[in-house]
Every structure is written in C-alpha cells, then in structure tokens.
Nanobody
Framework: QVQLVESGGGSVQAGGSLRLSCAAS????????MGWFRQGPGKEREWVAT????????YYEDSVKGRFTISQDNAKNTVYLQMNSLKPEDTAMYYC?????????????????WGQGTQVTVSS
C-alpha cells in the first residue's frame, strides 16, 4: 500500500520561505510522477508542480514559476517543494500526489495516491 506523508507546513510572513516534504512508502522506487497540489479556503484544488521520478523533469504552474522548486531525493524516497517569496495568496492546504503515466499533470484525477496535506499560511 503506497502511503504519502507531507510535512513542513507552517505560518510565515509574506516574502518568507518554507520547504515541504513528501515521504513516500510502499514501493522501493516509484517510476511515476509526483505532484504538489493546493487547496485554499473556498477554492478548488489546483495544481502547483510536478516532477518525473525518472529523469527528474520539473513542471510548474505559472504563478509559482521562479518562486517554487520541486526536487527529489531518491535515496529517501522523498519529494520536496521549496517555496520562496511566499505571498498571502499561497495560503492553502498543500497535498502531494503520486500518479502513473500522467497525461495531464494539472488534473487531480491523474494521480492515484494522495497524502493528508500540510497547511501553509502566509500573512501580509
């Protein structure tokens, strides 16, 4: 059974930084893609970034390009989301998700396994 556990959320002021972690278990090494999504109050879940576990190609939603970086540590089976220059509009619950043969990286339905989320709050 694949399990994903997020950590690293918290409260920061605008302009600050946080690094989220997503620890995966239940497989030796994933051949899939790992994505980060977020859901703010009263909003739909939106895609943030994705990394291909094989090859390491990275993809970002436009509003986070240049501010967020997705990376992985295969030895730890962990994916990270480094978030810099945070803005109040980045406030949301952040989820990591694992998907196989992802065709539309921004579509939640492409990802089979999800973590429970970690809260990020950015104050102005």
């Amino acid at each position: 059974q694949v399990q994903l556990v997020e950590s690293g959320g918290g409260s920061v002021q605008a302009g600050g930084s946080l690094r989220l972690s997503c620890a995966a278990s239940g497989y030796t090494r994933s051949m899939n893609s790992m994505g980060w999504f977020r859901q703010g109050p009263g909003k739909e879940r939106e895609w943030v970034a994705t990394i291909d576990r094989v090859g390491g190609s990275q993809y970002y939603e436009d509003s986070v390009k240049g501010r967020f970086t997705i990376s992985q540590d295969n030895a730890k089976n962990t994916v990270y989301l480094q978030m810099n220059s945070l803005k109040p509009e980045d406030t949301a619950m952040y989820y990591c998700a694992d998907g196989a043969m992802v065709a539309d990286r921004a579509a939640p339905y492409e990802y089979k396994y999800w973590g429970q989320g970690t809260q990020v709050t950015v104050s102005s």
